[in-house]
C-alpha cells in the first residue's frame, strides 16, 4: 500500500538563487544583524521551524522566509514553501551550509523576516526580492 503512496513534498520547488546572489544576500543579512541590537532582532525575526509555521498559519505578516537546506534534514522544513506558496509569501532556500556569526545559534533552520519599521531589516527584504534568480 506504501508502494502507491503519493508524496505531496516530491516535487517541491526550493527557489534557491544563485550562489553568488546567495553570497551577496547573506554577506548583508550579516552586516545589518551585527548593527541592531539583541532586542530589534528578536522582534522582527523569527527563528525555528515551529515558530515559523505557527507565525503563517496564524496570518502573522511576515515579508520573507529564508530557508538554511543544509543545516537541517529537507524532511523537517519542505512544508514550509507549500506554505509560504498558499499564504503568497516569499522565500528562499539556500543551499550553501551556513552559520550567521552575528547570531548566538549553532544552526538555523529557517527564520523569517517580519513586517516592521526597522529601515535596515527591511533592506534585507528588498536585497533578496529585487534580485532576480
Known amino acids: 500500500m506504501s508502494k502507491y503512496r503519493i508524496s505531496l513534498f516530491e516535487n517541491c520547488y526550493w527557489n534557491t538563487p544563485s550562489p553568488e546572489t546567495e553570497e551577496e544576500i547573506l554577506s548583508h543579512f550579516s552586516r545589518v544583524i551585527s548593527e541592531l541590537n539583541e532586542s530589534s532582532v528578536k522582534k522582527q525575526i523569527l527563528f525555528g521551524v ?67 519599521e526597522c529601515e535596515r531589516i527591511n533592506s534585507i527584504v528588498e536585497l533578496a526580492l529585487k534580485i532576480k534568480f
Open 50 to 116: 515551529n515558530d515559523i509555521t505557527k507565525a503563517i498559519e496564524n496570518d502573522v505578516p511576515i515579508s520573507l522566509v529564508i530557508l538554511f537546506r543544509p543545516n537541517v534534514p529537507t524532511t523537517i522544513i519542505r512544508h514550509i514553501p507549500l506554505i509560504c506558496r498558499t499564504k503568497k509569501i516569499d522565500y528562499l532556500g539556500f543551499l550553501k551550509n551556513t552559520k550567521i556569526s552575528c547570531l548566538h545559534f549553532k544552526n538555523i533552520s529557517c527564520l523569517a523576516i517580519k513586517h516592521g
